[in-house]
């Protein structure tokens, strides 16, 4: 299901390349622009994540975290600009075998390379693509286990972005954007004097809302 929102944004993004020029701002957007995006942000893990077989677990499910999220971005051509993802610190609960069994936060800073289509054209709609890096620091560990404990490895992934912005003016827009991020951890788990390491494959799709500013 998570992929249906990723899809509509896409569809959006790139779909509305065709007639949007005869539609002005007030002025281009493109090369030298520096900018900043905030909003609400889903982070959606994939579905069974990983297991703890050492640990008489079968199936390991991360839920979906909500949280505040910014970027901070500059267009260093018409058509190219780099991102900066930064956010709150997301909280996730996972389920082991069905049953709520801990938590976990992490801070996801991602960096892409953009690709603006419409980039130094005065068109309101400004798709974008993009492509990058991310890193992801987990801290926060919580196993509802009587005795265990739990650490993860930070993690260094690639990243795919897609996004749209609706131009209100010179300085405003209304923007959505989605990422898919490739998050792994090396986990270690303590339980009854015992020390067990499994591996998680989290690789979330981030959902964002919001608003632009042009500086």
């Known amino acids: 299901m998570r992929a249906l929102p990723l899809i509509s944004i896409a569809a959006l993004a790139l779909g509305v390349t065709v007639g949007t020029t005869a539609q002005a701002a ?3 957007y493109g090369q030298g622009d520096f900018f900043t995006r905030a909003g609400l942000a889903k982070v959606s893990p994939k579905d069974d994540n990983g297991d703890y077989d050492s640990l008489g677990v079968d199936k390991v499910d991360v839920k979906d975290g909500r949280g505040f999220a910014i970027t901070f971005g500059y267009r260093f051509l018409d058509k190219w600009g780099v991102e ?9 609960d996972f389920n082991l075998d069905g049953d709520h069994g801990g938590s976990v936060k992490h801070l996801p800073p991602t960096l892409t390379l ?7 054209t005065d068109a309101r709609v400004q798709p974008y693509v993009g492509a990058g890096i991310n890193y992801t620091r987990f801290s926060a560990e919580n196993v509802d286990i009587e005795g265990a404990s739990m650490d993860m ?5 690639w990243a795919g972005q897609v996004g749209v912005d609706l131009v209100l003016n010179d300085h405003w827009a209304l923007n959505a954007a989605a990422w898919y991020l490739d998050i792994d ?10 020390t067990y390491k499994t591996h998680l494959d989290i690789d979330p799709v981030v959902i964002m809302s919001g608003i632009s500013y042009r500086f």
Do not use: M
């Open 153 to 157: 490895e930070n993690s260094w992934g």
């Open 84 to 92: 900066l993802l930064a956010a709150q610190r997301f909280k996730h």
């Open 114 to 120: 953009q690709y603006y289509p419409l980039g130094g």
């Open 26 to 28: 007030e002025s281009t």
């Open 185 to 194: 951890s090396n986990v270690t788990a303590s339980a009854g004097g015992e």
